[in-house]
Structures are given as structure tokens and as C-alpha cells.
């Protein structure tokens, strides 16, 4: 089984701020269970929302095992790159 679930701000343009994945998986009563919840926030020097921190937990019903990890994320920054190509056709 997955759900994803999303926690959008107020208003005609409403974004999500918040996005969770759950997922269980295997027969109960020996399924494991796993969820990533990330949350969002704007950015001004770029312009749109980027991810700020990222939190995943797992745990295994059978051995009874848990293990979680927290990921933070910041300064932010834009590159800009430009390429070109050229294709030589033989006739």
C-alpha cells in the first residue's frame, strides 16, 4: 500500500509546503512500514519553492527494527549554462 499526501498553503494559487510518502509493504503481521516527509520553502533569489529538510523513518514489524534520518538543505544557488551542437549530415 502507498499514499502520498500534500499540505498546501491557503489561496487561489496554493502550493504544497509539505509532501509525505507512506508506504507499507509485506504480510501482515510481519509487513515493514516507510515514510519521507519533506517540507518547503520559498526561495526569493530563485524564485520558486525549494526543499529544506527531508525526515525518513523505517521500521520493521519482524525484528522490530526502527531507523530514521534527517536531511537539512540551504544555500541555495542557480547556475547558468548554455550549450550549443552542431550535426554534420552525410549525404
Do not use: W
Amino acid at each position: 500500500m502507498l499514499r502520498r499526501r500534500f499540505a498546501p498553503r491557503g489561496g487561489a494559487a496554493a502550493r504544497a509546503t509539505r509532501t509525505c510518502l507512506t508506504s507499507c509493504f509485506g504480510p501482515a503481521p510481519t509487513s515493514s512500514s516507510s515514510s519521507v516527509d519533506v517540507s518547503y520553502q520559498s526561495e526569493p533569489l530563485l524564485g520558486f519553492l525549494v526543499p529544506i529538510e527531508m525526515r525518513e523513518r523505517y521500521d520493521g514489524r519482524r525484528d522490530k527494527s526502527h531507523i530514521e534520518g534527517v536531511a537539512t538543505y540551504g544555500r541555495f544557488r542557480q547556475f547558468h549554462v548554455n550549450t550549443t551542437e552542431t550535426f554534420l549530415i552525410k549525404r
